[in-house]
C-alpha cells in the first residue's frame, strides 16, 4: 500500500495553487534542437509574508491557443487545467535530487499491486464532488477511464498496458493489466488520469464538453474566449485544505491569458501585471534570475526535462537520400546551438528519449559531432554539389522561432539553404500528421519512465504519424 499524504514533499500542489494575490511566478524551460534542459526549471514568488493572504486574482498567460479544455482530448492542455481538474494520481517534484519526484494522491487517497503484478487497486477519495454537484465515484473513474482508452482520445496510446477498468464498490478502483508494469504504470497513470464530470459530458456532448469543462479542482469554469482568456473562479467546496483550515485556493479568481508573446510576458512578469507564465524564452531567463522578486528552483532531469528535437521526412524528397540526413546531422553543433540558445541554462544533448538518472540511459551511446567541412563533402556526395533548398517548419512560437533561426545559420554554412515557414499550431500538426514536411522542430518532454516514450513509436499513438 502506497502512502499518498499531500504533505509528504517539499513541493506540494498547495504551492502551486496557494498564491495569493500578491504572488508572482514564471514557468519554463529551455528549448532547443538536440539540447535538453538538464532540469524542470520553475520561477515562482518569494513571498512577503510567511502567511498565505485569501483574495485576489492569479493571472496567467500562455504563447499558445488551445482548441478544447478537455483533458483528454487536446494533447497540449491549457496550463489551467490543473486548476479545474483533478487527477487520479500525480507525479510531482520533490525538491530531494536523490528521489526528484513522488507519486501522490488527488482523487485517490491510496493504491496497492496485486502481488503478481497484473492489476492496481484504488482507494478513492470520499465526499468529493464535481463543479456541477454530481459525485465523484468507482463509477465515474471506469468512466473516464474507458473515456481515456477510446478512440476519439489522445491519451490512450499512454495507458495501451490497461486491459480493463473494474468499479469494485463505490470508493474502490480497480484496474486491470495485459502485463506486469509495477511503478513505471504509476507515471503513466498520473500523465492521463484527469477527472472529468460524465454528467456534464453525457448531458453536453463530448464537443459541448470542451467549451464548458466541469471537474472537481480547485476552480471553476466562469468564461473561455478562444484565443484571448480563460476565465476561472474559487471552488468553495473544494476538499483540500489551505493552512487556514479553509479550503484552497487562498485567491477568488483566476485567468489565463492565450496566444501571449512570450517576450512581452517576460516584461509583465517582471512589472507584476501578470504571475506566471510558461517556457520562457531561454535568452530572458538570466535576466529573470536576477530579478530579487523572482526566485529560480530547479528539479532535476529525472523529474522532467524537455528538448526540441528535428523531425526528418525520410518518406519523400530530398531527405529519403540517407546521405543528405547525415550531411544535415554533421552540420549541426548541439554545443553551439545549446550555448547560443541559453548560455550557462541549457546543456547539449543527444538522445531522442532519455536523460541522464532515467531508466535505459547509456551513456556510451555518444553523438556523432559536430563537422561541418564532412557536411559539405556528403552534401556533395548526396548529389547536390552546389548546394539544396530545403523548408524548416516550425510552430510561431518565441522559442522555436529562435532556435530555427540557430538551425537555419548552420544549415546555410553548409550549403544546406534553410527556409523558415511559421504556421499555428494546429496547421503544423495536420501538416506533420499527413507528412508534408521536409524538417521540421517539434518540442518533446523526457519523463522518468521510459515507457512514455511509447506513443511515438506505437501504431496509432499520439505522436507517430507513420
Known amino acids: 500500500m502506497s502512502d499518498t499524504s499531500r504533505n509528504s514533499n517539499a513541493f506540494t500542489r498547495r504551492a502551486a495553487i496557494g498564491y495569493g494575490a500578491g504572488a508572482a511566478a514564471a514557468l519554463g524551460t529551455g528549448v532547443g534542437f538536440a539540447t535538453a534542459a538538464p532540469s524542470r526549471r520553475e520561477l515562482t514568488a518569494q513571498h512577503a509574508q510567511d502567511a498565505p493572504v485569501r483574495g485576489g486574482e492569479l493571472v496567467v498567460s500562455d504563447e499558445k491557443a488551445v482548441a478544447s479544455l478537455d483533458p483528454h482530448y487536446e494533447s497540449i492542455p491549457d496550463p489551467a487545467h490543473g486548476l479545474?481538474?483533478?487527477?487520479?494520481?500525480?507525479?510531482?517534484?520533490?525538491?530531494?535530487?536523490?528521489?526528484?519526484?513522488?507519486?501522490?494522491?488527488?482523487?485517490?487517497?491510496?493504491?496497492?499491486?496485486?502481488?503478481?503484478?497484473?492489476?492496481?487497486?484504488?482507494?478513492?477519495?470520499?465526499?468529493?464532488?464535481?463543479?456541477?454537484?454530481?459525485?465523484?465515484?468507482?463509477?465515474?473513474?471506469?468512466?473516464?477511464?474507458?473515456?481515456i482508452k477510446s478512440d476519439l482520445s489522445v491519451l490512450g496510446s499512454q495507458i495501451e498496458f490497461v486491459d480493463s477498468a473494474e468499479a469494485v464498490d463505490a470508493s474502490t478502483l480497480r484496474l486491470t493489466f495485459s502485463e506486469v508494469t509495477a511503478d513505471p504504470a504509476l507515471l503513466q497513470i498520473a500523465s492521463v488520469s484527469q477527472m472529468v464530470s460524465m454528467a456534464a459530458v453525457e448531458a453536453n456532448g463530448d464537443e459541448e464538453f470542451g467549451r464548458n469543462p466541469v471537474g472537481t479542482g480547485p476552480c471553476r469554469f466562469v468564461e473561455w474566449i478562444p484565443d484571448d482568456s480563460l476565465r476561472l473562479e474559487r471552488n468553495p467546496d473544494y476538499w483540500q485544505m489551505g493552512d487556514d483550515g479553509e479550503p484552497l485556493p487562498y485567491f477568488d479568481t483566476a485567468r489565463s491569458l492565450h496566444a501571449v508573446d512570450l517576450a512581452r510576458a517576460s516584461v509583465e512578469l517582471r512589472s507584476g501585471a501578470i504571475m506566471a507564465y510558461q517556457f520562457p524564452p531561454a535568452r530572458d531567463i538570466p535576466t529573470l534570475m536576477s530579478d530579487p522578486n523572482i526566485a529560480f528552483v530547479t528539479a532535476p532531469a529525472t523529474f522532467r526535462a524537455d528538448l526540441a528535437r528535428i523531425m526528418i521526412n525520410m518518406e519523400s524528397e530530398p531527405f529519403s537520400n540517407k546521405t543528405l540526413r547525415q550531411a544535415a546531422q554533421y552540420a549541426l553543433d548541439e554545443a553551439g546551438f545549446a550555448n547560443a540558445m541559453g548560455p550557462g541554462i541549457m546543456e547539449p544533448h543527444h538522445h531522442l528519449w532519455w536523460a541522464p538518472g532515467v531508466i535505459g540511459y547509456d551513456e556510451s551511446i555518444q553523438s556523432i559531432g559536430y563537422d561541418p567541412d564532412q557536411a559539405t563533402a556528403l552534401l556533395s556526395e548526396a548529389g547536390f554539389p552546389d548546394g539544396i533548398d530545403i523548408t524548416l517548419k516550425i510552430i510561431n512560437r518565441t522559442n522555436d522561432r529562435q532556435a530555427a533561426q540557430i538551425i537555419k545559420q548552420m544549415l546555410d554554412q553548409v550549403g544546406i539553404r534553410t527556409e523558415i515557414e511559421a504556421q499555428e499550431r494546429v496547421t503544423f500538426n495536420e501538416d506533420l500528421a499527413e507528412g508534408l514536411y521536409q524538417i521540421a522542430i517539434i518540442g518533446t518532454s523526457i519523463l522518468p519512465d521510459p515507457e512514455s516514450a511509447s506513443s511515438n513509436f506505437t501504431t496509432g499513438g499520439l505522436a507517430n504519424w507513420g
Do not use: K
Request: glycine fraction near 8%; charged fraction near 25%.
Open 84 to 147: 479545474l481538474f483533478d487527477r487520479l494520481i500525480a507525479n510531482r517534484p520533490t525538491g530531494d535530487e536523490a528521489e526528484p519526484w513522488a507519486i501522490e494522491g488527488d482523487l485517490a487517497e491510496s493504491w496497492a499491486f496485486a502481488e503478481d503484478g497484473l492489476s492496481l487497486t484504488f482507494t478513492l477519495r470520499q465526499g468529493v464532488t464535481f463543479h456541477d454537484g454530481s459525485p465523484w465515484d468507482a463509477e465515474t473513474a471506469v468512466w473516464n477511464f474507458n473515456r
